[in-house]
């Protein structure tokens, strides 16, 4: 069985972060590893409170895992604040993992700050680099960037521009755009679309953590970038239009959906 770890922060509501991540491993038949860098106190409606974990603990988790069991694949969600970015990319330049998946964690749905504005430089120079896959929403792609995107165009343009930042494939998500929702993976030489049509719901809590989990997985089995991305597209699509109606802001979506679905089980 291949090994996936995710560094990320806990959701305590279980659809977003660590939780989500750990799900998206499991369904992909993947053993899914964690290491904590921030406990959220938050639910589908709002984030009440952030506690970071010591950059010592961060390192600490980092070696129990690699000492311990090969690793097939990492992703990389919330870094919240510089000194939590520094340990974690001190230990990734360590251990040199393979099939790296870094998803800017920014904002949490509900719009509130999950990164610190003083960190995005950081990020951009110490985390960026050392990705296989990034995937930036488009806020998070303006904010690295530094442009304003509007259309596909503008997509494409932001991801050539992070791409000289030195990640090695670049995928911008369209899911807040207007219209279908298109994603752009740039590889450097080629711009590749993958477009679904949108589908109407509030539940969407936990799409990027799910999606940039799923790429890893997929990297993970042996799967090539624009494969990988475009089996987890399929798999958030449908984790999205199957979601849950639990809370009572923006629920999180049916991680087990097809599984749920070849066992008999009704959500």
Known sequence: ????????????????????DLKTFGAHGVFGMSVIVSVVAENT??????????PDMIEKQFDAVFEDIEVDGVKVGMLSKPDCMRAVSG?????????????????????????????????IKEIIPLSYVLTPNIPEAEKISG???????????????????????????????????????FDGKEFYSFKTKRIDTKNTHGTGCTLSSAVAAN???????????????DYITAAIEHSLEIGKGHGPTNHFYELYKKAGIGE
């Open 91 to 123: 230990k990734l330049r360590e251990y040199k993992p393979d099939n790296l998946v870094v998803d800017p964690v920014m904002y949490a749905k509900g719009g509130a700050p999950l990164m610190a504005p003083d960190s995005i430089d950081l990020f």
């Open 219 to 233: 990297l993970a089995l042996g799967k090539g970038v624009y494969e990988a991305v475009s089996l987890a597209k």
């Open 45 to 54: 409606s709002r984030v009440i409170d952030i506690q970071d974990i010591s």
């Open 147 to 185: 442009m304003e995107i509007k259309n596909v165009s503008d997509m494409k343009k932001a991801c050539r521009a992070v791409f000289e930042m030195g990640a090695r494939n670049v995928l911008v998500k369209g899911g807040h755009s207007i219209g279908d929702a298109e994603d752009i993976l």
């Open 1 to 20: 069985m291949k090994k996936v770890l995710t560094v990320a922060g806990s959701d305590c509501s279980g659809g977003a972060g660590v939780q989500a």
